[in-house]
């Protein structure tokens, strides 16, 4: 059991690296955006099954009887441990870019949509002149506006970013369940096994105290029967 625990979590490892590393190549890929938050979300989701995992082996670690074991076990936990802090700081330090670069792009599609004019008018006192109380005034209402339209992206953003991350998440609890299920199966048959054996040795075990009270029955009624033929032939004889 302490193998396959110890197993899991090598794979989780090494599965977290690989993610991290795609995920790294698409952060100042602005176009990959969509396939970033699945991935963001799939590295969240293995990093709580990692340490679900880590805590299990740890616990059986603790219950471990024979020293030598025991002390190597905990070696792979401490390992354990400062991998996952490498990994998550590093995930920590990506998503912290995406989180600049989303925000540096909803910032320039925004501005990019105000549509300054280029030129100047001919007649800057026309109907498409602004004079600067006129700016002045209006500018304030325009800001606020694009400020809201900017949270409202970066609201937009991090809400997908969290569905994502919650559907990886029951994607990878529901393999969990799945892989929890194969070993509970393969320790219940060793169980059964195991109980079999026992079973078998104990209808032997019965088999031969049957047998033993058998023959003590017939060692005790043999003696009764050679006393008794004593007797009659002491007393024949007198």
Not at 134 to 160: S, Y
Not at 213 to 238: E, H, M, N, P, T
């Amino acid at each position: 059991m302490s193998n396959t625990l110890y197993n899991h979590c090598t794979k989780l490892l090494q599965s977290i690296q690989k993610d991290l590393d795609e995920f790294e190549r698409g952060v100042e890929d602005e176009n990959n955006t969509i396939s970033l938050a699945g991935i963001q979300g799939q590295i969240s989701a293995s990093f709580l099954s990692l340490n679900r995992s880590i805590e299990d082996y740890n616990s059986m670690v603790k219950r471990e009887l024979i020293p030598a074991k025991k002390n190597k076990a905990t070696v792979r936990v401490q390992e354990f441990y400062q991998k996952h802090s490498q990994l998550s700081e590093h995930f920590e330090r990506l998503k912290a870019q995406v989180r600049d670069a989303a925000h540096a792009k909803n910032r320039r599609e925004l501005f990019g949509r105000r549509g300054y004019p280029s030129a100047t008018p001919d007649n800057p006192y026309g109907e498409n002149g602004m004079t600067d109380a006129e700016l002045v005034e209006n500018g304030p209402p325009n800001l606020t506006r694009q400020e809201g339209l900017l949270h409202e992206n970066d609201f937009l953003g991090r809400a997908e970013s969290q569905i994502d991350e919650y559907l990886e998440r029951g994607r990878l609890l529901l393999g969990d369940l799945v892989e929890q299920k194969t070993i509970l199966k393969s320790t219940k048959k060793k169980v059964l096994d195991v109980a079999n054996t026992l079973g078998i040795s104990r209808t032997t075990l019965s088999a031969i105290n049957r047998r033993s009270r058998q023959d003590k029955v017939i060692f005790y009624s043999g003696a009764a029967f050679v006393f008794f033929c004593f007797y009659l032939i002491v007393r024949w004889l007198r």
